[in-house]
């Protein structure tokens, strides 16, 4: 399994909004933009070597965690289950009760520019 999920991501995470930007099949990596309420804060997640997805291409996020694929069989029997043990599976939960997936060995996130990061006065 990767390495854990990165503390800023988790930081103010409920209720923010997460779409889809990019999809590279080349590198196999998928970029999603992550709009936080709180904050207020915009950054970029970045999976790494990605083997499944599924995800919506737009949904309000309520958590994410980070489990072993052996996990994945709760979530989605009809999915395939041979990843290899450096891969995890990015549960997301949205703010309606559903459950999204990414399965990768990495993930990344990065501050935008833009972000005040809770600042007064910031703009």
């Not at 499944?52 to 309000?60: A, D, G, V």
Request: negative net charge; contains cysteine.
């Amino acid at each position: 399994m990767g390495g854990s999920l990165p503390k800023e991501l988790l930081r103010n995470l409920a209720d923010s909004t997460l779409e889809i930007v990019g999809w590279n099949p080349t590198s196999a990596s998928l970029t999603l933009r992550l709009i936080k309420e709180i904050g207020p804060e915009t950054g970029t997640i970045r999976f790494t070597d990605v083997s499944h997805i599924n995800l919506p291409p737009r949904t309000s996020v309520a958590g994410i965690e980070q489990v072993r694929p052996s996990a994945l069989m709760s979530i989605c029997p009809g999915c395939p289950t041979d990843y290899d043990d450096e891969d995890s599976v990015y549960l997301i939960h949205d703010s309606w009760g559903g459950r999204y997936f990414v399965v990768a060995t990495g993930i990344e996130y990065t501050l935008d520019g833009s972000s005040c990061g809770g600042q007064i006065g910031c703009r």
